[in-house]
């Protein structure tokens, strides 16, 4: 029998497109193909397809998959998770067979793998030609392009509204990521992120001592994919604010933020992959927040419950909370937001997304807020 | 000659302008109907301005808008500044009424809440992907029961025995009322009922998880609407202020942010008598097709927007 020649794929989220290919292509040996960069079309596609009442992140997925299966992926990767979204897999399966797809789905919660190795060994399904060590080997670059991404992220996050030269932030960001995605290992990895830093300090920047500083808080897929949330992050930070959001995969997934060696060690050996996409340090975030929750509502919302309480500790001038419609456990969240609104006198926003393409509403909400927090700075500082 | 700054709120139900002088007084102000032509009420509502001041005494020296239309006519009148209906509301509101802390608002397809806190919003909230309980859903319902939505308010105070209407959802709320008019439940009963629901709707979904503290102002189109004022009365326990201006606060609020930017644009009555057209261009560069609106005056492109990226950017004097 000859052997098929799979292309592997993963939806879109944000730019981590570029690791999840770096890997396929050099840990694994095999072609990735990136979904086209979402657009109208996706999320119509998605929706169409879709159950309606299905949160808007099981919608763009479907509309990626559609569109990936469409250039020609034949191995869809699916994630777990502790909402709905642990079931989503099958129903993606589902629905494209139904719809005459010819593919496999290489669906992880399905798999049941405990740890990273066990997840290494269930790719041999689809490398069978990979080893161990290949694998393991692309993973320190891999590791390190998903840290890099989310570190430039940030810092064009909180600096590109104080831009004197507008579109200087946009310019070294895109080049970036263009050339992230020609990196050949470490190395590259490395020195384009110094590079890159570089090249963010050196541009000029009119930056008050004390800028307005938005945290963004809020539902894992929305979050992470500025396309789904409507580039809310980018929106808020060229009124002239700083915009900090912790949730993104360094945080979420590689970096365990407890403190001692020991506790980290013990952090990676007990990795549990079926906590996937919530925060895998959710243990360490539910007791940090134990003021307001006891248990874990699922998916990211302790992570919210925990940085919302972080940014207004801090003194931050606002929340930004953001969930697809109908999201249960960032719905639970929400009244925990609103103590700590009150708690701590902090203004939230609260967006819900559906399939909507508008941004008008949006963007009166938005614009309404930040001129709510610089007016009120301005008064409490005079 | 004295300076004067116009401000105008273009809703997707109304239309308010309004000419105030460097001392905030208001000269002169108009309310007409929006009717799905947000150019076309805003030059009816500058000329009915021009026709209202002297203009021999006054000059407006800059313009700001506000509401659903604000960036379209905020290009037709050459606005120094285009804010969204929150901030104009608040500004408004804290500068007619500087001890206010709590703000309702329920305008034609939206409602908020504005928190003050010393004469600065502190927190709000707006309806997101509903429009129920908003003054839309009052002037379908009048229509039915075939009675003048601006009578509403004078008949829901007539009624002994308001009837419970359910009111999360404005599609259960108009199957409930049916369902109560056929049982045979008095009109007053049900138009009062009607009024509870959107004074409970706009409680539970905009108000939820914010302190409603006294002095409270209501103000929007469904202001006007004594039976909601009662309803709002009744279930917050204070007194509810609702100001003579109230459905003139959001282009109130442009005209002092006009006031206040500082930007002196020159600005003409004759706008009203100038022709505007606007077109739509579908981008043609990638699969969003994004949107794009142009603006012409007179044959000539002053302004367009919708563009997500500078691929489909349109500049004047380019094609």
């Keep these: 029998m000859p052997e098929k020649k799979y292309k592997l794929c993963y939806p879109q989220l944000g730019n981590y497109d570029i690791p999840i290919q770096y890997f396929v292509n050099n840990g694994l040996h095999l072609e990735y193909l990136a979904p086209p960069a979402m657009t109208k079309r996706t999320i119509e596609l998605g929706a169409k397809y879709s159950p309606d009442f299905v949160c808007a992140p099981f919608k763009c997925m479907m509309g990626c998959y559609i569109e990936a299966l469409e250039q020609g992926a034949n191995v869809l990767i699916q994630t777990g998770g502790t909402c709905r979204l642990g079931y989503y897999g099958e129903l993606h399966e589902q629905i494209l067979k139904d719809m005459g797809y010819d593919f496999d789905m290489f669906n992880l919660t399905l798999f049941r793998y405990k740890n990273l190795i066990g997840m290494l060994k269930g790719m041999k399904q689809f490398a069978p030609n990979a080893t161990l060590l290949q694998m393991a080997k692309a993973l320190p670059a891999t590791a390190r392009m998903i840290t890099v991404i989310d570190k430039v992220e940030d810092n064009y996050r909180q600096n590109m509204g104080f831009e004197i030269e507008k579109g200087a932030y946009d310019k070294v960001y895109n080049r970036f990521l263009t050339q992230l995605r020609k990196a050949k290992g470490l190395r590259d990895v490395n020195r384009i992120y110094k590079q890159t830093i570089a090249d963010f300090d050196a541009i000029p920047k009119n930056k008050p001592e004390h800028p307005l500083r938005v945290g963004v808080v809020g539902e894992y897929f929305t979050i992470m994919d500025p396309y789904s949330n409507h580039e809310i992050e980018k929106k808020i930070a060229q009124m002239g604010a700083e915009v900090h959001r912790w949730m993104n995969l360094s945080n979420s997934v590689l970096l365990c933020p407890d403190e001692g060696t020991l506790k980290k060690l013990k952090g990676y050996l007990t990795y549990d992959l079926y906590k996937f996409p919530s925060s895998l340090w959710v243990n360490i975030q539910k007791k940090l927040s134990s003021k307001y929750t006891k248990f874990d509502m699922g998916s990211s919302s302790i992570s919210t419950i925990a940085l919302a309480e972080h940014y207004a500790e801090k003194g931050f001038d606002g929340l930004v909370h953001v969930k697809s419609f109908g999201c249960t456990p960032e719905m639970d969240a929400v009244p925990v937001l609103h103590n700590i609104s009150s708690d701590y006198k902090i203004p939230v926003l609260y967006l819900n997304y559906d399939t909507q393409t508008s941004d008008t509403g949006i963007e009166t909400r938005l614009e309404a807020f930040y001129d709510m927090i610089a007016m009120r700075k301005e008064v409490t500082e005079s | ?319």
């Design chain 2, 1 to 319: 000659m004295k300076k004067a700054y116009l401000g105008i709120d273009i809703g997707s139900i109304s239309t308010k302008g309004v000419i105030i002088d460097e001392e905030k007084n208001i000269l002169a102000g108009i309310y007409l109907w929006t009717e799905g032509n947000p150019m076309g009420a805003a030059k009816k509502v500058i000329a009915a301005l021009g026709e209202k001041i002297d203009q021999n005494e006054y000059k407006v020296v800059a313009a700001g808008t506000t509401g659903s239309a604000r960036k379209l006519v905020g290009a037709m009148c050459n606005a120094s500044i285009v804010k969204n209906e929150i901030t104009a509301h608040a500004v408004g509101t804290t500068t007619l009424h500087p001890d206010v802390r709590t703000i309702l608002e329920i305008g034609g397809q939206d409602s908020k809440i504005i928190c003050v806190e010393n004469g600065v919003a502190v927190d709000y909230a707006m309806n997101t992907l509903c429009a129920a309980g908003t003054g839309s859903f009052l002037s379908s319902q009048a229509r039915r029961l075939g009675v003048e939505v601006e009578d509403f308010g004078k008949i829901a105070l007539g009624s002994k025995n308001p009837t419970p209407i359910a009111a999360r959802c404005t599609v259960f709320a108009e199957s409930d009322l049916v369902h109560k008019i056929q049982m045979g439940h008095k009109k007053e009963d049900i138009i009062a009922g009607l009024c509870n629901a959107v004074a409970n709707n706009y409680l539970n979904n905009i108000g939820k998880g914010k302190k409603i503290l006294p002095p409270i102002v209501f103000q929007g189109g469904v202001s006007k609407n004594e039976g909601v004022v009662k309803a709002f009365a009744d279930s917050l326990g204070e007194e509810i202020i609702v100001d003579e201006n109230g459905h003139l606060m959001g282009c109130y609020g442009a005209a002092i942010l006009a006031l206040g930017c500082g930007i002196e644009k020159p600005f003409s009555f004759d706008v009203a008598d100038m022709e505007f057209v606007t077109r739509e261009v579908v981008c043609p560069n990638c699969a969003n097709h994004c949107e794009i609106i142009c603006v012409y005056r007179d044959g000539e492109l002053i302004d367009s927007w919708g563009n997500r990226c500078e691929r489909g950017e349109i500049k004047q004097g380019q094609e």
